[in-house]
Structure formats: C-alpha cells, structure tokens
C-alpha cells in the first residue's frame, strides 16, 4: 500500500488497513465467513468457574514475546531464527514429532498462498515433498480457520509426506495485521501429532498439537467474545454402528440468553434410550463452562473451526470442538453446525 505521510496517524491507518486485508482474504478464501454479530450473551454472575476438565500445564517459555508451555513429551530449545520442540509429544509412542515456532514474517495478499508456499519450502529445504490428501500439489484445498481465545485469527493447512501411513505435516499461519507468526509441525510415522484434516490419528496424539495451541499467548492479543458470539446456534453429529446395529446423535444448543440444551439418543436392535440436559453456560476466552439445571457444573476447553475440504463439489463445515477426557486421556470431540 504506498504511502503519502509520515506521521504516526498515517502509519496507524496503514496497519488499520493491512489487518483488515488479513481477516477479508481468510474470509474470502473460506467463502463461509458470516457477517460479524453484536449479539450480547447473557452471562452469569461473576463467579469462580470450575477448573476445566483437562487444560496444557507446565513451565511457561516466552521466545520472541511469544508464550507458551513445551507441550510434555518434548522438549524445547531456542534455535535463534524459530523455537523447536522435539519429541514423540503427549501420546506418542511410535515416531518423533516436530514443532517449530517461526518469527514474525511479513503478511501476503493471500493468507492461505503464503501458508502454502511456506511449507512446501520448509519441506523442500529437509528434501521432503508435502502433497494434499488426494496426492495433489495443492495444499490449500483443504483449509481450515478460526479465532483463538485471545482473538487473534489463523489459517491452517495439512500435508501428507509420503502417502498412507507416512509422515504428515501442518501449518498454522497466524494473522498478526502486517505480520503472520507461522507455527509449522512435522508427525513422523506413527507418531500422530498432527494429521490431515479429518484424519483420526495414531493414538490421539493431536492433543500434542492442541496442548500448544490452547497455551500460545501473543504480545498485545486480548481475551476475545468470538467463542461466545459464535456457539450460539445448534450443533449435532450422528454416528452408525453397522455391525453392531446401533446408531446415535448426540446434539448440543446455546441460545443467546445464556441457556443451553443438550440431548444425546442411541438406538439399534429394537430399542431406544435418550438423555437430555439444560441449564446455563458462560463463555469466557476459550473456556466452555455449562451448569447443568440437574449435576455440577463442566468446563472445557472449546475452539469453533471453519472447514474447506477439497472434494467436488468443495464441501465446507462450521464445527464445535471441545476437550474432553476419559479413560484414554484428553481428546477433541467436534460436532458440526446444524443451525444459527
């Protein structure tokens, strides 16, 4: 964008302009971006919220003015130029799992091209190849955006290194206005940190991934309403057991007074069961809180992706996605949009 003043006024109508650029080409890539809400959400009164049922803990690092916490499993090291994290991560047992944490860039035209051309570099420069899901040179196919609980928005993009069970690579590129932070990660073999999109991974070791994600905390970012502007509607996944004969839906509602609704309803061999709750939830950054009009209260980690898969026709979905745990561990369950 040229220039005609050098006062500070013009430099902050210049940056004004660049990040309002950033956020129209992600929207404009994704081609689902809903215009933006004012709808206030009636909250509870203030009040100490129960812990969340699983959240990344350990030593803080700040690289850069940049933290987060070394996700465990892996240990961190100050490269100069990026922040590395190596290990087989949370859950890992097969493998080694990568995370590079980059400097400040400066932003393209393109979010989504520049997330492209930065990992097929990145690849190219340890001699690897990165390929879409279906083999194709295209990364941006499939796409995936959202807004952190600090407010700051990202694009994401997968690769497969090697096709089937090999290796697979992914980049975060966050938009900073004038400037993008890229965070890129590389799963080998079996390992599963990070996967293409869809994909269920060895061992649910994502959560390695999303152990970094929940914790990163940018310079200047601030707790953000996205979250709670964008879970009001509804929300509902269905899932079928041939063999077995069972079938299930499990549906989720938050309406803008502060209430919700939830219902899950299995069936299969001549029988039938349901179990529904409501009560009130808050939302606050990216911590889901539900007080359930009957059992205590849940808080959980929460994240809203907007998705773009490259079929034909291309397919997009809004999804709600939360950290649970059981007895396997914390895992991230999404349920797609089924209504506003």
């Not at 996944?237 to 079938?247: K, R, T």
């Amino acid at each position: 964008m040229p220039a005609h003043r050098s006062s500070s006024t013009s430099a902050s109508a210049t940056k004004r302009a660049r990040q309002r650029r950033g956020v129209a080409t992600i929207c404009a890539a994704l081609m689902i971006c809903a215009a933006a809400r004012t709808i206030a959400v009636a909250q509870a009164p203030s009040q100490a919220l129960p812990a969340a049922a699983w959240e990344p803990t350990g030593p803080v690092t700040t690289w850069r003015g940049i933290s987060f916490i070394v996700p465990a499993g892996m240990r961190g090291t100050d490269k100069r130029d990026f922040y590395d994290m190596a290990g087989p991560g949370i859950k890992g047992r097969l493998g080694q799992c990568s995370i590079l944490i980059m400097g400040e860039v400066p932003a393209g035209p393109n979010l989504a091209r520049q997330a492209h051309e930065l990992l097929v570099e990145a690849m190219a420069g340890v001699g690897g190849r990165v390929a879409n899901s279906r083999g194709g040179p295209d990364l941006t196919s499939d796409l995936r955006v959202g807004r952190s609980g600090d407010g700051w928005l990202w694009v994401e993009l997968n690769g497969m290194l090697g096709e089937g069970v090999g290796g697979r690579a992914r980049i975060m590129l966050i938009a900073r206005g004038a400037t993008v932070v890229p965070v890129i990660a590389v799963a080998g073999s079996g390992n599963g940190c990070v996967g293409l999109q869809g994909e269920t991974t060895a061992n649910g070791n994502t959560i390695t991934w999303l152990a970094l994600y929940y914790s990163l905390k940018l310079p200047g970012a601030t707790p953000s309403t996205s979250l709670r502007e964008q879970i009001i509607g509804s929300w509902d996944a269905v899932s079928v057991s041939v063999q077995g004969g069972m079938g299930g839906s499990r549906g989720e509602s938050y309406a803008s007074n502060g209430r919700y609704g939830g219902i899950q309803v299995a069936a299969g061999s001549g029988y039938a069961r349901s179990s529904a709750g409501d009560g009130r939830y808050v939302v606050e950054g990216h911590r889901l809180t539900i007080f359930p009009d009957q059992g205590p209260p849940q808080t959980h980690l929460a994240r809203i992706i907007a998705e773009r898969e490259g079929t034909t026709p291309p397919r997009e979905t809004e999804q709600l996605c939360k950290i649970s745990v059981d007895v396997g561990g914390p895992y991230e369950r999404c349920l797609p949009r089924t209504g506003r």
